[in-house]
């Protein structure tokens, strides 16, 4: 076989435009507005909460901007993983792949258990961990089948979704008081801003996983910019007028305890509405089914850009070849998305969805701080470089990024030291197994 016919078989197929990168955007993303940001609420009260919300947009308007110039000009299925490789070096590269890595396999498990809780409002019978694990494997499956059929999947269920939260917006806000935000608004003093941190950060969380699949996209050095633009500025109208709708209706309390047990809730926006609409279950149960598409479509869409982190990885030599293998018949990285989901299964198992969700939120972090290092150094070492997208206002736009996020990080050390520490063992433990045992075959 020629090396033409080589690389070939270990291309991706070309299939997206910019509306199905928005939906891949929006997606990847949309479960955060239904279930997780309330526990923020629980640790800043609505004004930490908000004031926490409100630098975290800021961090991610100028990430995706400065993350949009990269994936422009190199566009390639790693993501973070190619743009460190090339600006700080293999070591850091692959530093900043794990930890993309490792955001992506386990914001999965958090979701699929999410799902199944939901599952359980309309069927209580059967088993939560059953149907996330059900869940696996039909999403597994779709992304194995073909790209294209995953991100159609996707734009469907994302749309859906979009309308769920307009619709639950256009119920609540009527009975929108002022008054009802300064409840409580800072229980925990301005500490509490920085616990709100990483329940900010959920409203957000992987929606840099556009880039992931620009390698798939038609004409990425336009597509990407206008997939991105759009899928964020969606988002933040979406963040802030679900927080303002759900808030806005009896305070942040009654949205985060449901009962007098003081454990936090992971429904948010059912028991906002219960509160609009009293005892009619007509429209809790149609929020409840709605919130579902949103699960699935982050669910689903995490899952496929997982498979491109992972598969990047085995195809470059920094994970076992036969993860980076592409299927010839569905021409996907059908090895890299089962490694994904076995893994996910079993961090499924241990039912510890917070912190399954903070470590995910760990990788976020420091894969965005090794991502604004790549660009600072790229835009000094190869001036040269194809960018068919500049970020506006260099360097400040990667400039805020990158100490946002390490004050972020900071932060969550602080306040989660025991996960940090688990965290940060995985990345060296599998740094260690790299540099030990494929390093030697990878060529610089």
């Known amino acids: 076989m020629n090396q033409e016919s080589k690389g070939n078989e270990q ?7 910019p509306f199905m990168l928005w939906g891949l955007g929006v997606g990847y993303v949309i479960s955060g507005n239904y279930f997780g940001w309330n526990l923020g609420l629980a640790e800043g009260g609505t004004l930490g909460a908000g004031i926490a919300i409100f630098f975290i947009i800021i961090m991610y308007i100028t990430f ?27 070591h850091l590269g692959f ?10 396999i386990f914001a999965p498990p958090a979701i699929a258990s999410a799902i199944g809780a939901y599952f359980g409002i309309f069927f209580p019978e059967l088993d939560a961990l059953l149907i996330g694990i059900v869940a696996y494997l039909i ?13 159609t999947f996707e734009l469907f269920i994302t749309i859906i979704a979009v309308l769920g939260l307009l619709f639950f917006a256009g119920v609540t806000l009527p009975a929108f008081r002022v008054e009802n935000l300064q409840i409580n608004a800072l229980p925990n003093g301005y500490m509490g801003i920085v616990a709100a941190i990483p329940f900010a950060i959920w409203f957000f969380l992987a929606i840099e996983g556009v880039a992931n699949v620009a390698e798939e996209t038609i004409n990425p050095q336009k597509n990407i910019l206008k997939g991105f633009g759009f899928a964020l500025l969606t988002l933040v109208i979406l963040c802030v007028l679900t927080f303002m709708a759900a808030v806005g209706v009896g305070g942040w309390e009654a949205i985060v305890y449901p009962d007098d047990s003081g454990v936090a809730s992971d429904s948010p926006l059912p028991l906002a509405m219960g509160l609009v609409t009293g005892d009619n279950q007509i429209y809790f149960h149609l929020l409840a089914f709605i919130a579902l598409f949103g699960l699935v479509a982050s669910f689903n869409g995490i899952i496929l850009a997982a498979g491109r982190t992972t598969f990047e990885f085995g195809r470059v030599g920094y994970a076992p070849k036969a993860i980076g293998a592409v299927n010839k018949k569905f021409k996907t990285p059908v090895n890299a998305l089962i490694f994904n989901m076995i893994i996910g299964i079993i961090a499924l198992f241990t039912g510890k969805t917070g912190e399954i969700i903070t470590i995910a939120v760990f ?9 604004m290092l790549a660009f600072l150094k790229l835009r000094k070492n190869e001036p040269e470089l194809d960018r068919p997208f500049k970020v506006p206002y260099y360097p400040l736009f990667p400039m805020v990024a990158l100490i946002i996020a390490s004050l972020s990080l900071i932060a969550m050390i602080i306040y989660n030291f025991n996960l940090a520490l688990l965290f940060f063992a995985m990345l060296l433990g599998a740094y260690l197994f790299f540099v030990l045992f494929l390093n030697k075959t990878k060529t610089s």
């Open 64 to 90: 995706t901007f400065s993350y949009t110039e990269m994936a422009c000009a190199i566009p390639k299925a790693g993501g973070a993983f190619s743009y460190a490789e090339r600006g700080l070096g293999k």
């Open 95 to 104: 530093l900043a792949g794990m930890s993309q890595n490792i955001e992506f």
């Open 139 to 151: 999403f597994t499956g779709l992304n194995i089948v073909g790209l294209q059929v995953a991100a």
């Open 11 to 17: 291309q991706l197929k070309k299939t997206l435009g």
């Open 363 to 371: 990788g976020a972090l420091s894969l965005y701080i090794l991502s």
